[in-house]
């Protein structure tokens, strides 16, 4: 009643509705509001909980697909020490088992959207951390000399910056 729209003079002077029915219509409807408010900011409330709680458990997801993916490459090196301690393998073995394990991680990571940073000549300090610094003639300075430690990107994104040697 409240709300509606209706020319209250009109009405008093008709004596159709006091100033008190309307009073109390009006605290009827604030009533009925806060009450409205009150389940929608509930179901505000649970819908959060709800969205937190599906994001948890995508993360979860995520994280079994992904040990999933790795732990065929834990078995690789578990076969691999159990021929080495039970057959005596030679280094040229060993190498070999070693590099077929290396391979099949790179697949997965890859898979992931792991990608290592290759071919590194300029310091970026956006993507490289300089460890080490030394002086080489002929070299112009920021030159990367070696890379001591892989960097990484995940899509992208820097996952891990690579160590490097750069020129002074």
Known sequence: MCGEDRDLHSEELNGTCSTDEQALACFEELQALKERYAYLAADVENMKRRADQERVNAVRREQIHIMRAILPVMDDLERALAQITTQGADAADVREGIVLVQRNFAKILEKYGVVAMTDIKQFDPHL??????????????????????KGYMLRGELLRPAQVSVVA
Do not use: F
């Open 128 to 149: 490289h951390e300089a460890v080490m610094q030394v002086h080489k003639e002929g070299a112009a300075s920021g030159t990367v000399v070696e890379v001591l430690q």
